[in-house]
């Protein structure tokens, strides 16, 4: 089975401000992607990075980045110099890689943390 | 190019009535899958079509079905609903599945009065 830990349900920081977003993930399958999403009020998922596992190099995307760290099974989400427009839920979710085609099954999210910026 | 298209955007139900959902992939997309989300459970896999094939299910019970078109198209089917069934329902588009990543649609939110 698996498993993704979100264990921040809500972060609220000033603006400007780095903020971290945690995640941990259980899984059995050697192979896997994991995916970080925003979800704004409107409620779409608004895809930001997808991961796989065997590649551990961190990104950086503008004032986003990502370290992975499989050692640990984790996979955290950092906004640098946060602005209000970053107010939202964060999704990180885990995908098996199974197909040959390379096509996983669907995703494993976690709960969710929902990211507070004050101007 | 268009996104992934979900209609209706809003609908309201009355318990043990039907629905039927409908997502547009993106263009050339052929795996589509379905998630619900709801403030208890935080989002679920419903199913995952490719080709017309459902390839995956997640852990519903069998009044959730859905089914794809030869142009990709998926429908969704909620029979006899339940007040639990109220939720935001997504669905997201992939080229062959995962390793192209997924884009969701807006979502239809469906509440069961």
């Known amino acids: 089975a698996q498993k993704v830990t979100q264990a921040q349900t809500e972060i609220s920081v000033v603006e400007k401000e780095d903020v971290t977003l945690d995640c941990v993930y259980e899984t059995r399958d050697t192979t896997y992607y994991l995916f970080w999403y925003k979800q704004p009020p409107s409620g779409e998922l608004v895809f930001l990075i997808r991961?796989?596992?065997?590649?551990?190099q961190n990104e950086i995307s503008g004032r986003y980045s990502w370290n992975f760290q499989k050692s640990t099974s984790s996979f955290n989400f950092t906004i640098t110099a946060s602005q209000v427009v970053d107010s939202a839920v964060y999704f990180c979710?885990?995908?098996?890689?199974?197909?040959?085609?390379?096509?996983?099954?669907?995703?494993?999210f976690g709960k969710g943390t929902h990211l507070i910026i004050q101007p | 190019k268009a996104g992934v298209t979900q209609t209706p955007r809003y609908l309201i139900k009355t318990r043990g009535q039907q629905v039927t959902l409908s997502c547009s992939p993106i263009s050339g997309h052929r795996s589509v899958s379905w998630y619900q989300q709801t403030p208890g459970q935080g989002l679920q896999f419903l199913f995952e079509?490719?080709?017309?094939?459902?390839?995956n299910k997640g852990n519903f019970p069998g009044r959730f079905s859905g089914r794809q078109f030869s142009n990709s198209r998926s429908e969704m089917n909620v029979s006899t609903l339940e007040l639990g069934d109220s939720a935001l329902y997504l669905c997201?588009?992939?080229?062959?599945?995962?390793?192209?990543?997924?884009?969701f649609g807006s979502g239809t939110r469906l509440t069961v009065v």
């Open positions: 079509y490719f080709s017309e094939t459902q390839r």
């Open positions: 979710a885990l995908a098996p890689r199974r197909y040959s085609g390379g096509g996983a099954d669907g995703l494993t």
């Open positions: 991961r796989n596992s065997f590649d551990e």
């Open positions: 997201a588009s992939s080229g062959t599945g995962g390793g192209n990543g997924y884009t």
